[in-house]
């Protein structure tokens, strides 16, 4: 499931040390606000990762750690801040539904031998309580010696990643006794002690469409390494892991940046497996790099954000298949994907442009209407989606800036509530913007005010800092804003739909008859 993702403060995942074409750099959301209170009416982040649903339960994995609400969303407990999470980022987060056990990957940023910032794994932790008491485990990582593995016949020279930086989990799957991840430097691991240790997949290399442990590998294909160097002559691409799902016990894919790679014997010490890519099939996925897998038992279909790669042929789509790999179709061409998720047959593939939903098995596509909370009159107004879940009652879909849940009479038809996270304000006679200096071409400006937890009418302008009128965000809007309220949105354009000069600007937010708050906005495009 995910994973191209902002980490702000900006935490950006450049793939330095294993370059290739597409995509430049892997990146964790972020969002400048967040609350920090343990528990809350709303989550601690905007930027909702993965979401996970078990009944009454929803577990979220945000910029900023995993929240949980156990009674389907109308209060939250925030792990943020807390051991063993700390202020990590969580880059992968999933359910185990053979023992029950929550488990999230987390990840930070450190600075970089070249300068700058990389990105480095801070490893898993896992719950089997609901989250009363969490269990850290390593960011798994090679003992410097431990160069081979025995293949079959084969004896495999392997590069060891000794290190965390780099190396990262983006996706955990499970089997009855196993749990499976994906690391960009450190490859697919599988652990069957609850991650005490964990143990090296052998995939295909680039020049192979399958490997078994009965095959005679050329010394070529017994080199194996995600980038060419000192250690192998070559660089292997389908070592460069970033999505994994199991269809059941037996059956596990694994998405690379050189195609999609199944097993059906997951359950074997060293498993078989079979690669689909563009290259090698009649009806193949569109691209190679696989930044998202996601599995509908409801149909037992298979869903990939198949990204461009290194081939000119190669395009950025949704790749499906209805019989296990061997034929696929692709929708929405050109479309970024970063995660999937489910509601019976439905599929709904987030991307940059929205979370399009499919009735129809990929042939025709749908998006929501505007999101707008019926009761705080909070609207989620961006178009990049991250993850998405449904249960018995609700459909939810988390973004780069909120978390929305809809009760539905038909899809994405219904009553919409908006979580959205910020600062509380300390009193009611105080307003703050954010971000703040804003870039109107990267994000809306937020600005939070109260109304006292009462109606009220609220008209909020904008000036330049002589005081000179702008724009008018809302004018006599009834609104109810308590201290904690969202907030309403400014896109940085004047009344003629203008970007400004860069400088200082100023917002008035006038409640009812009531003195005029005001506040100040550094611009910068």
């Known amino acids: 499931m995910i994973k191209t993702l902002i980490l702000s ?11 290739q074409s597409q995509p430049e750099s892997f990146e964790l959301p972020g969002d400048k606000n967040f609350i920090s209170k343990t528990t809350a009416s709303n989550p601690t982040s905007n930027s909702i990762l993965d979401i996970v649903t078990i009944e009454d339960q929803v577990w979220l994995g945000t910029s900023r750690g995993v929240s949980v609400s156990f009674n ?29 056990s929550i488990w999230a990957a987390t990840a930070t940023s450190v600075p970089g031998p070249g300068g700058g910032n990389v990105p480095k794994g801070t490893g898993l932790k896992f719950t089997t309580d609901g989250g009363a008491t969490w269990t850290a485990v390593p960011q798994p990582v090679d003992h410097p010696d431990s160069s081979v593995i025995i293949f079959g016949e084969n004896v495999l020279s392997v590069l060891p990643i000794t290190v965390a930086e780099q190396n990262l989990t983006y996706d955990i799957a499970f089997t009855t006794n196993a749990v499976w991840i994906t690391s960009f430097a450190g490859g697919t691991r599988r652990s069957t002690n609850m991650g005490q240790t964990w143990q090296r997949i052998i995939l295909p290399t680039d020049s192979l469409n399958s490997i078994s442990p009965s095959d005679s590998l050329s010394e070529r294909d017994k080199c194996i390494s995600p980038t060419a160097g000192n250690f192998c002559s070559t ?46 099939q009649n ?31 190669e395009f950025y789509a949704i790749s499906y298949s209805a019989n296990g790999g061997n034929i696929w179709k692709t929708a929405l061409n050109e479309e970024r ?10 599929v709904i593939a987030l991307t940059d442009n929205g979370a399009f939903r499919s009735l129809s098995q990929g042939r025709t596509w749908i998006l929501p209407n505007n999101i707008v909370d ?57 307003t703050y913007c954010y971000p703040n200096p804003f870039s109107p071409r990267q994000e809306q400006l937020k600005i939070k005010y109260s109304t006292g937890g009462a109606e009220a009418e609220v008209t909020i302008r904008i000036f330049d800092f002589g005081m000179n009128y702008i724009r008018t965000i809302i004018q006599n809007a009834s609104r109810n804003r308590t201290l904690e ?41």
């Open 485 to 525: 309220g969202a907030p309403e949105f400014w896109d940085g354009l004047d009344d003629n739909g203008n970007y400004l000069p860069n400088g200082v600007y100023i917002y008035r937010v006038d409640i009812n008859d009531e003195e005029p708050l005001f506040g100040k906005i550094i611009y910068m495009q």
């Open 72 to 100: 389907r969303g109308f209060s939250w407990t925030n792990f943020y801040g807390s051991s063993p999470f700390g202020d990590d980022n969580i880059s992968a987060l999933a359910y185990n539904k053979y023992d029950g």
């Open 235 to 280: 660089g292997w691409l389908n070592y460069r892991a970033f999505s994994v799902v199991a269809a059941n016990d037996s059956t596990v894919y694994v998405g690379t940046a050189n195609g999609i790679n199944k097993t059906t014997n997951a359950f074997a010490q060293n498993p078989s497996w079979i690669k689909y890519n563009h290259q090698n």
């Open 374 to 430: 019926k009761e705080s009159g909070v609207e989620l107004t961006t178009s990049i989606f991250y993850s998405a879940a449904s249960d018995d009652e609700y459909v939810w879909l988390g973004s780069n800036d909120g978390l929305a849940r809809i009760i539905e009479t038909s899809a994405y038809n219904g009553d919409w509530k908006v979580y959205f996270a910020s600062q509380p304000l300390k009193s009611e006679e105080e």
């Open 337 to 346: 994907g970063h995660n999937f998720g489910f509601k019976n047959a439905d």
């Open 9 to 19: 403060f900006s935490f950006l995942f450049i793939i330095e040390i294993y370059p």
């Open 283 to 313: 009806q193949p996925i569109s691209g190679n790099f696989i930044t998202a897998l996601g599995y509908n038992l409801f149909n037992n279909t298979i869903w990939a954000s198949s990204w461009k790669a290194e081939d000119a042929n």
